[in-house]
């Protein structure tokens, strides 16, 4: 079944990328004591990473252990669920054909409460989105993100997965495309993106500041779901893109943009030092033909886009 196809508003060249295995779960959870959620994505992605090690890992050192080199590798779920590698198609970049390099890890998180504070009684949820080979591995996977977020006040209440609406009982894993729900009639001409989240984008190999346009983010949801198809998804449709696809969105106007620089930063057990996580937060404005690009846009809503996405950064909303 194309089920990209099937959905209106998914612009033909595009309908490879939305052939994305893409399952959704939630942990409800309960404040014990009042808590500051706000910012914690990296930490509680540290803590994801180190119960996810120990359930796969055999030895008894795991998270000393490096996985490089290790005899079960090819068969252990943790490098592919949490530090993915592919191999390199050709030369560029200083590397040679075959060359293993880092891939985007198959999975996102955001938290979801009120202002990122809570009280005791409160209730929250995390949404976690696994995409591709990572969906067979979900039980092992829940089990450690709800394991880290017992590691905070938080008592869990459930754990429940989502799927779209009218989506089959038929034990088959949803596809990205059939997250798209229609364009409504508000977001024809006007639309106004929140990114939640820090988000660092390039440009011509230059980080972004403030300044973005329409055309950038289209550019960058587009590099990041062939990155996620082409390291996790079993089929090699990347689609294709023609220079009219683009010239459209060029016509996109911004009519307002408050953006604000942020700065966080992180302790990374694997690298022995603090990594910043950089990036802008705030809203943006845009007017223009937005219906032609509306399941681009919602499908960024759940990969999330940037650097950064599987410590809780690149999160945007449409409102």
């Known amino acids: 079944m194309n089920a990209a196809r099937e959905i209106r508003g998914i612009p033909e060249g595009t309908a490879p990328l939305f052939q994305l295995p893409a399952a959704c779960f939630v942990i409800g959870f309960t404040a014990e004591k009042s808590w500051h959620m706000a910012g914690r994505e ?57 060359a293993e390099i880092s891939a985007p890890p198959p999975f996102v998180f955001s938290f979801c409460c009120d202002d990122g504070e809570m009280i005791p009684g409160q209730r929250g949820t995390i949404v976690i989105h696994l995409f591709g080979k990572a969906v067979p591995h979900a039980a092992v996977f829940m089990e450690a993100a709800a394991f880290a977020l017992s590691a905070w006040p938080l008592r869990i209440d459930h754990i429940d997965q989502r799927f779209p609406k009218d989506f089959p009982d038929s034990g088959e894993t949803p596809l990205l495309a059939h997250w798209i729900d229609p364009v409504s009639e508000r977001l024809r001409e006007r639309m106004v993106l929140r990114f939640v989240t820090p988000v ?24 990041r779901l062939r990155d996620l198809k082409r390291a996790h998804a079993m089929d090699g449709g990347l689609g294709s893109v023609d220079h009219g696809f683009y010239a459209e969105a060029e016509s996109v106007e911004t009519l307002e943009n408050r953006l604000v620089w942020v700065r966080r930063k992180r302790f990374s057990y694997r690298q022995k030092q603090s990594v910043y996580l950089d990036g802008f937060e705030g809203k943006v404005a845009f007017a223009g033909p937005l219906h032609s690009y509306y399941s681009l846009l919602r499908a960024g809503e759940l990969i999330h886009i940037g650097k950064g996405t599987s410590n809780g950064n690149g999160r945007f909303e449409i409102l």
């Open 42 to 98: 990296a930490r509680y992605r540290g803590k994801l990473g180190a119960r996810l090690k120990h359930s796969c890992c055999p030895f008894l050192n795991d998270r000393e252990r490096p996985c490089t080199g290790c005899s079960l590798f090819a068969h252990c779920p943790y490098p592919p669920l949490f530090r993915p590698v592919i191999r390199s198609p050709r030369n560029g970049e200083g590397k040679e054909a075959g």
């Open 200 to 223: 660092r984008l390039t440009k011509e190999s230059r980080v972004v500041n403030t300044d973005i346009d329409f055309p950038l983010i289209l550019r960058t949801i587009i590099r």
